[in-house]
């Protein structure tokens, strides 16, 4: 049972457009999400995150929302530029414990 | 990723053998957390330390043991290492400040047993 999901495998856009990455998850317990991104042969570097008893956080070119009926948060990158170009992690957090997505690759063409 | 580093950054281990993955951070964070992350997949939380003195078990512990030997280094046995253990091993270290979570990844230790 996975508990985070985030269901596309892959995304691709244009530069200069909006990137928006999805993630579902089923425990409404969590109390924080994160948003990651990875590229190979590195660690994840940390995004963004956003407590569950908010909506919105804001960081520059990313935003995340969390819609806590739908139990879905989403990744809004805005620029998209070709260095964003990484796959793309959400976590979800229950006191000590994470609970990772798949990933989702993005593709970020000139 | 600058505040977590992990050593050594790669490990060939025969099947029986032990070792020990080292990590430290200078961020003066109380958490400290190792995952493991196989092909395709997310990563998996193997144990954490919430605070220094403390260590829990997270998803997949079987086969590994932690000490936290202070509030700076986290690091992860492997007591008898099986060939299911070849992964990456990432080290993170959190602080929550303002009511927000901060999460850090060393680089990782790509581990193969052969």
């Known amino acids: 049972d996975q508990q985070v999901k985030q269901n596309s495998p892959s995304l691709s856009v244009q530069e200069g457009r909006i990137s928006i990455l999805n993630c579902d998850y089923t425990?409404?317990?969590?109390?924080?999400f994160l948003w990651y991104k990875k590229y190979p042969a590195e660690g994840p570097t940390f995004l963004i995150s956003i407590s569950s008893i908010k909506d919105k956080n804001e960081d520059g070119r990313f935003t995340v929302f969390l819609n806590k009926s739908a139990k879905h948060l989403s990744l809004h990158i805005v620029p998209s530029q070709p260095g964003d170009s990484a796959v793309y992690f959400c976590?979800?957090?229950?006191?000590?414990?994470?609970?990772f997505g798949d990933g989702t690759t993005l593709t970020v063409k000139p | 990723n600058a505040g977590v580093t992990q050593t050594p950054k790669f490990q060939v281990l025969k099947t029986g053998q032990s070792m020990t993955l080292q990590c430290a951070q200078d961020m003066n964070h109380n958490s400290m957390y190792w995952y493991r992350q196989d092909p395709g997949m997310g990563l998996r939380l193997i144990y954490y330390?919430?605070?220094?003195?403390?260590?829990d078990k997270g998803e997949v512990p079987n086969g590994y043991n932690v000490s936290r030997l202070n509030k700076r280094e986290f690091s992860l046995r492997l007591e008898s290492a099986a060939p299911s253990q070849t992964s990456v091993y990432f080290c993170?270290?959190?602080?929550?400040?303002?009511?927000?979570?901060?999460?850090?990844f060393g680089d990782g230790t790509r581990l193969s047993i052969l």
């Open positions: 976590a979800a957090l229950m006191g000590g414990k994470s609970t």
């Open positions: 330390s919430a605070s220094e003195g403390t260590t």
């Open positions: 425990n409404s317990m969590f109390d924080y």
């Open positions: 993170a270290s959190s602080d929550l400040r303002s009511g927000m979570i901060y999460r850090h």
